[in-house]
C-alpha cells in the first residue's frame, strides 16, 4: 500500500487556520489596552535655564514647548503633548505616543522641545532661526532635554540648561517687552514680535526691519541691546507704514554701522539717538556743538533733557511719537510736538 495523502481542501483549511492564529496573536500584542496605555503615557518634568553672556543663568520663562517621541527625522517626530515653562522655567507635560514594534521598542524616545514663542498680558514674542528650510533638511530639533530611550512612564530631566543665542534671545527680548509695558503702561507697539537668529545678511551687525529684530549668528544678547532695538521697533511702527519705513531707509541711509559721536544726517541720528535713549546709552557722549543734532549721541542727550526738565514720562515720550505719524523724523521734530501737545520744550 502507498504513503497516505492529505486532500487539498484538508490542506487548505490548515494555512487558513494558522494565518487567523497568527494574525489574532499580533493582534493581542498591538491592541491589548494596557500594552497601549500602560506603556505609551509618558509624563515629562524638569526645568530650563539659559546660559548667559557674561556669566549667570536665567529661567527660560514662560516659553511654549512640545513633548516629542523622536523618530528616524525631525518631519516625522510624533507630537505626544504641548504646554508651558513656569516662571522658574520649570515644566510638566503628560503626553501618549509610541512606535511600531514588538516589546519594549513600542514605548516612545520622549524629548521636550522649546518653540520660544510666548503670549502674555504684557508681551507677544517669537524667536526663531531665520532659514527654517535647514530645520528639515538638516534634522534640527532646536533647544531640547536629551532624549530617553523606550520610557515606560515617566521621564524627569532634572535641571536643563542651554547656552544657545536662541535662549538667550528669548530670555532677554521677552524682558524688554515686558519693561516696556512697565515703562509707558502699553504694549510694544506691532504686537507680536518676532525675533529671527542666524540670518545671512546682517553687515556685522544687528538690526531691526520695521517691527522684526535681525541678528547675526556671533552676536551677543545684552539688556542694553534687546531694549535699543525694541525702540527702534515702537518708534518704526508708531511713524507709519511698512512702506514709509522702506522709503525712510532709502531716504535716510538706516544700513550702515553707527557709534554715538557718528554725524550723519536728522532723520539717522534721530532714529539711533531715540534708541539710545530708550536703552540708556550715550551718556555723557556727546559732539560738540551740542545742538548738532546730526549726531546721535546728542539726539539722545537732548531727549534725556527734555524729558527732565518737563518732567514728561516714558509713556508720554512715547505718545509723542503716536501722536505724530509721518512728522518726527529730527529732534527738532520731536521738541516741537513736545510743546504742542505738554506746552513745554
Known amino acids: 500500500m502507498g504513503c497516505p ?23 493581542v ?19 530650563f535655564l539659559c546660559s548667559m553672556p557674561g556669566g549667570g ?37 503628560r503626553g501618549r505616543g509610541g512606535d511600531f514594534a514588538i516589546g519594549k521598542g513600542r514605548r516612545p524616545d520622549p524629548y521636550v522641545r522649546l518653540t520660544y514663542t510666548s503670549v502674555g498680558s504684557d508681551h ?43 535662549c538667550q534671545a528669548y530670555v532677554r527680548f521677552r524682558e524688554a517687552m515686558i519693561e516696556f509695558k512697565a515703562r509707558t503702561g502699553r504694549n510694544t507697539p506691532g ?3 518676532r525675533v529671527r537668529t542666524r540670518v545671512t545678511f546682517h553687515g556685522g551687525t544687528e538690526y531691526t526691519l520695521y517691527d522684526a529684530i535681525k541678528l547675526p549668528r556671533k552676536s551677543t544678547v545684552t539688556r542694553t541691546m534687546a531694549t535699543h532695538e525694541l525702540a527702534h521697533v515702537a518708534r518704526h511702527v508708531l511713524d507709519g507704514s511698512q512702506s514709509h519705513f522702506a522709503r525712510d531707509v532709502l531716504k535716510y541711509g538706516y544700513a550702515r554701522r553707527h557709534s554715538c559721536d557718528s554725524r550723519t544726517n536728522l532723520g539717522y541720528a534721530f532714529n539711533e539717538g531715540w534708541a539710545e535713549y530708550w536703552a540708556g546709552e550715550c551718556v555723557g557722549d556727546t559732539v560738540e556743538p551740542l545742538d548738532d543734532y546730526k ?23 512715547v505718545q509723542v511719537l503716536e501722536r505724530s505719524p509721518l512728522n518726527v523724523h529730527s529732534f527738532q521734530d520731536f521738541r516741537k510736538r513736545h510743546k504742542d501737545l505738554y506746552k513745554c520744550e
Do not use: W
Open 57 to 93: 543663568t536665567k529661567p527660560i520663562a514662560g516659553s511654549s514647548i512640545r513633548l516629542m517621541n523622536k523618530n528616524a527625522h525631525v518631519a516625522i517626530d510624533q507630537k505626544m503633548a504641548l504646554g508651558a515653562t513656569a516662571a522658574d522655567g520649570s515644566f510638566r507635560l
Open 5 to 27: 495523502t492529505t486532500r487539498p481542501g484538508g490542506r487548505r483549511l490548515l494555512v487558513a487556520t494558522a494565518v487567523v492564529a497568527a494574525m489574532a496573536a499580533v493582534l
Open 124 to 166: 507677544s514674542l517669537d524667536v526663531d532661526i531665520s532659514r527654517g528650510i535647514l530645520r528639515a533638511l538638516g534634522n534640527y530639533r532646536g533647544d531640547k532635554t536629551p532624549t530617553m530611550r523606550n520610557k515606560k512612564h515617566s521621564a524627569n530631566y532634572g535641571t536643563v540648561t542651554i547656552k544657545t543665542l536662541e
Open 295 to 317: 549726531v546721535e549721541g546728542n539726539v539722545a542727550t537732548a531727549l534725556r533733557s527734555l524729558q527732565s526738565r518737563c518732567s514728561t514720562t516714558d509713556g508720554k515720550m
Open 29 to 47: 500584542v498591538v491592541l491589548t489596552p494596557a500594552a497601549v496605555n500602560g506603556r505609551r503615557t509618558i509624563t515629562a518634568t524638569g526645568r
Open 191 to 193: 504686537g507680536f514680535l
